[in-house]
T-cell receptor, first 113, second 113 residues
Framework: NAGVTQTPKFQVLKTGQSMTLQCAQD?????MSWYRQDPGMGLRLIHY???????DQGEVPNGYNVSRSTTEDFPLRLLSAAPSQTSVYFC????????????FGSGTQLSVL | EDKVVQSPLSLVVHEGDTVTLNCSYE??????LLWYKQEKKAPTFLFML????IEKKSGRLSSILDKKELFSILNITATQTGDSAIYLC?????????????FGTGTRLQVTL
């Protein structure tokens, strides 16, 4: 059982480049989300989705786009990377929109130079 | 604004010691409090607490919630080097569309021989 799968594990970008972080889950979870983790800041919610075709902003959405065309996939797009987006990114899913028990992917370490 | 504060930020103990980690919170529409363990990358789920005064236990780990005083503690008895990790506290609050987890910055625990 793969759970939540994130790719890539590491990425280095130059300022202004765009890229997509991939996230897929095989647990038929309704709810999916993206967090970023920075030293001293804790995990902060970027965007979330309560089902296919439905997305909403979290605490720190600026500079990121998401879409949810299928139940399984929830990609995160950086439109024009900035050094402030250097962080560790986690995708997480849960059974439904009111179940707080999140299952996390292994994370993506992103550096923007 | 929802807030979760963990203490201490870090601690070093000897194998066999007992430790207590603290988590206090201010969250709108509280639904649950969760503890996660983060070793190398992905946080892994430990406990979810929703009711005051009911202790959850898993082996040497236990946790309890006080909804009146707005805090939780995580106890680890007979610590082992494998307990070395960052312990994250998260509190779930309902936004009207979905439950949202607010994370603390974590307590870094190091267990030495």
């Amino acid at each position: 059982n793969a759970g939540v799968t994130q790719t890539p594990k590491f990425q280095v970008l130059k300022t202004g480049q765009s890229m997509t972080l991939q996230c897929a889950q095989d647990m038929n979870h309704e709810y999916m989300s993206w967090y970023r983790q920075d030293p001293g800041m804790g995990l902060r919610l970027i965007h979330y989705s309560v089902g296919a075709g439905i997305t909403d902003q979290g605490e720190v959405p600026n500079g990121y786009n998401v879409s949810r065309s299928t139940t399984e996939d929830f990609p995160l797009r950086l439109l024009s990377a900035a050094p402030s987006q250097t962080s560790v990114y986690f995708c997480a899913s849960s059974y439904d929109r009111v179940n707080e028990k999140l299952f996390f992917g292994s994370g993506t370490q992103l550096s923007v130079l | 604004e929802d807030k979760v504060v963990q203490s201490p930020l870090s601690l070093v103990v000897h194998e066999g010691d007992t430790v207590t980690l603290n988590c206090s919170y201010e969250v709108t529409n509280f639904r649950s409090l969760l503890w996660y363990k983060q070793e190398k990358k992905a946080p892994t789920f430990l406990f979810m607490l929703t009711s005051s005064g009911i202790e959850k236990k898993s082996g040497r780990l236990s946790s309890i919630l006080d909804k009146k005083e707005l805090f939780s503690i995580l106890n680890i008895t007979a610590t082992q080097t494998g307990d070395s990790a960052i312990y994250l506290c998260a509190v779930g609050g309902y936004t009207g569309t979905a439950s949202k987890l607010t994370f603390g910055t974590g307590t870094r625990l190091q267990v030495t021989l």
